[in-house]
């Protein structure tokens, strides 16, 4: 990255990926096995900084990242259709977390001062 780290996130399951994104646009998944150890991550929109992102907890291909504009994407890492948009809020969001149920609901939380909880199709509650 070029910018501050915003966030950081390790796979549930392989100790040497893990993804991190930052304030100069970039959405990036490392893997430390590699020679060059960071493959940068299409982001819904290049223009706008994700700010967070965090690793499914039993779907070891889904990832979600927040943005600037309070957007929420859930993506599949093997396709390239797997890509879900949502306008969670109003600012940009700060922090998303997976719970760790068999059915995973996202929270994520945002400057706006509101919390949002959906199903990990981001869907409403």
Known sequence: HSQPV???SCSPVDESLFLSCAQDGRLL???RRKPK??????????SC???AVVWHPHQSSTIAYGDELGRVTVRDLQTS????TINAHSRR???????????PLLA??????SVAVVTAELREM
């Open 37 to 46: 150890p960071a493959s940068r991550l299409d982001v819904v929109s290049p």
């Open 49 to 51: 900084s994700p700010t």
């Open 6 to 8: 915003s966030s950081v």
């Open 29 to 31: 998944l490392w893997d």
């Open 93 to 103: 969001v700060s922090r998303l977390t997976f719970s760790s149920e068999s059915s």
């Open 81 to 84: 259709d797997g890509v879900r």
């Open 108 to 113: 994520s939380i945002s400057d706006d001062c």
